[in-house]
């Protein structure tokens, strides 16, 4: 099944690239158009190691395995039998070079092209870190580049796929450009953020190296178009973030098609009719995007040292269902400083209880978002276990101080595992507050809601 995903861009967005970059854009669109191919490789629902691994062999087989060959657990290998059916490592560029090969020369044609130092650069540089595999270097020139409306990212990034394990890297690959006004704001928010927080100790990317970016996407590729990413945090390899930083992408086109497809027609089928009326379109679209933007920027706030050792495959759990608590949490900076105001506040929790839905949706379609399904349970169950949200015919009325409050609650209890938690600390919360039950109720209201 292909996945490419293409969005429409409104004119006046594309007229604000340079006669060079729309020279580009066309170039780069059948490079990312191409990443689909590997992606569709290391793709398999079936099973939870997808094809990074045989699917006959145990966790256990394969962890043995690795203690001999460190490659076997690379984020960046395929596993398979040699010939005497011992468990052997091939490295990614080897596995797909023929898939590769076309992606490189269409890089090397952009940047024969580009007029942006920079820009040039990395096209030049990821072009090469596809071929040979080191994909470091490609994120270093990736942060480095300066001046450019276009962005293009195409390689091995997150680890969801993986469920074995959470360490194998799929493919994914999209073009943007970037909406210069809206990044401005983005930087401001997480400005705010990040001074009213202070330090930790144990915090992987300082304040001080992590960029801020919203785009208008063309095209995602491979996982991002599985995936539909509303934002995405990268590098994804822990060491590049802490020498050279990071940065959080705003995909603008996603955030808007979501809306439109599942969050909007969500709200009106979940909350009970008289509620309804006191909040806008506009205003519950102001509400999604400040969503967007605190999880994003949470997330990436509460990176702790091993934390992805320490709590191994519940680490994705954990970690999105706290992006969601603590930028609630954290939004209060936002109310105090002047920036949004208690209804637009309201609307962002609004916005939680919707897309808490929207993964139950998404999620009877493909399993690659689960571990979103499953952080969005624990925070659902949560709130209705202390009484903050409460069904009835359809959720009316939300007590949003009350729901306010015990997200802040269990943002404390999130970013305590994720800083010094150990995996049995998971597990125990986990297994309290983990069930899909409570989404079953509302089946009926949602099934005229179509996933994506």
């Given at each position: 099944?292909s996945?490419?995903?293409?969005?429409?861009?409104?004119?006046?967005?594309?007229?604000?690239?340079?006669?060079?970059?729309?020279?580009?854009?066309?170039?780069?669109?059948?490079?990312?158009?191409?990443?689909?191919?590997?992606?569709?490789?290391?793709?398999?629902?079936?099973?939870?190691?997808?094809?990074?691994?045989?699917?006959?062999?145990?966790?256990?087989?394969?962890?043995?395995?690795?203690?001999?060959?460190?490659?076997?657990?690379?984020?960046?290998?395929?596993?398979?039998?040699?010939?005497?059916?011992?468990?052997?490592?091939?490295?990614?560029?080897?596995?797909?070079?023929?898939?590769?090969?076309?992606?490189?020369a269409?890089?090397?044609?952009?940047?024969?092209?580009?007029?942006?130092?920079?820009?040039?650069?990395?096209?030049?540089?990821?072009a090469?870190?596809?071929?040979?595999?080191?994909?470091?270097?490609?994120?270093?020139?990736?942060?480095?580049?300066?001046?450019?409306?276009?962005?293009?990212?195409?390689?091995?990034h997150?680890?969801?796929?993986?469920?074995?394990?959470?360490?194998?890297?799929?493919?994914?690959?999209?073009?943007?450009?970037?909406?210069?006004?809206?990044?401005n704001?983005?930087?401001?928010v997480?400005?705010?953020?990040?001074?009213t927080?202070?330090?930790?100790?144990h915090?992987?990317?300082?304040?001080?190296?992590?960029?801020?970016?919203?785009?208008?996407?063309?095209?995602?590729?491979?996982?991002?178009?599985?995936?539909?990413?509303?934002?995405?945090?990268?590098?994804?390899?822990?060491?590049?973030?802490?020498r050279?930083?990071?940065?959080?992408?705003?995909?603008?086109?996603?955030?808007?098609?979501?809306?439109?497809?599942?969050?909007?027609?969500?709200?009106?089928?979940?909350?009970?009719?008289?509620?309804?009326?006191?909040?806008?379109?506009?205003?519950?679209?102001?509400?999604?995007?400040?969503?967007?933007?605190?999880?994003?920027?949470?997330?990436?706030?509460?990176?702790?040292?091993?934390?992805?050792?320490?709590?191994?495959?519940?680490?994705?759990?954990?970690?999105?269902?706290?992006?969601?608590?603590?930028?609630?949490?954290?939004?209060?900076?936002?109310?105090?400083k002047?920036?949004?105001d208690?209804?637009?506040?309201?609307?962002?929790?609004?916005?939680?209880?919707?897309?808490?839905?929207?993964?139950?949706?998404?999620?009877?379609?493909?399993?690659?978002?689960?571990?979103?399904?499953?952080?969005d349970?624990?925070?659902?169950?949560?709130?209705l276990?202390?009484?903050?949200?409460?069904?009835?015919?359809?959720?009316s009325?939300p007590?949003?101080?009350?729901?306010?409050?015990?997200?802040?609650?269990?943002?404390?209890?999130?970013?305590?595992?994720?800083?010094?938690?150990?995996?049995?600390?998971?597990?125990?919360?986990?297994?309290?507050?983990?069930?899909?039950?409570?989404?079953?109720?509302?089946?009926?209201?949602?099934?005229?809601?179509?996933?994506?």
């Open positions: 099944m996945t490419i995903k293409t969005f429409k861009i409104p004119s006046k967005i594309l007229k604000t690239l340079t006669a060079n970059e729309q020279k580009l854009l066309p170039i780069l669109i059948e490079a990312v158009k191409n990443a689909d191919k590997i992606f569709a490789r290391q793709e398999n629902n079936k099973y939870k190691g997808a094809n990074f691994y045989p699917h006959d062999v145990s966790r256990e087989k394969i962890e043995s395995a690795a203690r001999l060959n460190h490659k076997i657990l690379s984020p960046f290998t395929i596993v398979k039998r040699d010939k005497s059916q011992k468990l052997t490592a091939v490295d990614f560029h080897i596995e797909y070079a023929s898939f590769i090969a076309p992606i490189a269409l890089l090397e044609k952009a940047a024969d092209l580009s007029q942006n130092r920079s820009f040039k650069n990395y096209l030049m540089v990821l090469k870190s596809l071929v040979d595999g080191n994909y470091q270097k490609a994120d270093i020139a990736w942060l480095e580049v300066k001046d450019s409306n276009l962005d293009i990212i195409i390689g091995p997150e680890r969801y796929l993986d469920k074995l394990f959470f360490i194998k890297r799929a493919y994914q690959a999209n073009v943007g450009i970037i909406d210069s006004s809206l990044t704001k983005a930087k401001l997480r400005d705010i953020l990040y001074t927080t202070g330090q930790r100790p915090r992987i990317t300082p304040p001080s190296i992590v960029d801020m970016q919203v785009q208008h996407c063309l095209v995602f590729s491979g996982f991002l178009a599985r995936a539909l990413f509303n934002r995405q945090h990268l590098p994804s390899d822990s060491d590049t973030t802490q050279y930083g990071s940065r959080i992408i705003g995909y603008l086109s996603a955030i808007d098609y979501k809306f439109e497809k599942l969050i909007y027609p969500i709200f009106n089928a979940v909350f009970a009719k008289s509620f309804k009326a006191s909040y806008s379109v506009d205003l519950l679209k102001r509400g999604n995007y400040y969503y967007v933007l605190l999880t994003a920027i949470a997330q990436q706030l509460h990176r702790y040292q091993n934390s992805r050792l320490r709590l191994k495959e519940l680490f994705p759990v954990i970690d999105e269902a706290n992006c969601v608590a603590s930028g609630i949490a954290h939004a209060k900076h936002l109310v105090l002047g920036v949004i208690q209804k637009e506040l309201e609307a962002i929790i609004i916005s939680i209880i919707c897309w808490i839905f929207a993964e139950w949706i998404l999620n009877k379609k493909t399993n690659i978002r689960e571990d979103y399904l499953r952080g349970a624990l925070t659902f169950n949560f709130l276990r202390q009484g903050a949200l409460q069904e009835k015919e359809g959720i009325w007590n949003f101080a009350k729901i306010f409050f015990e997200l802040e609650n269990l943002a404390v209890i999130f970013v305590r595992l994720l800083e010094e938690g150990e995996y049995h600390d998971a597990q125990e919360f986990i297994s309290k507050y983990l069930a899909f039950e409570q989404f079953k109720s509302f089946d009926k209201r949602l099934s005229q809601i179509e996933p994506l």
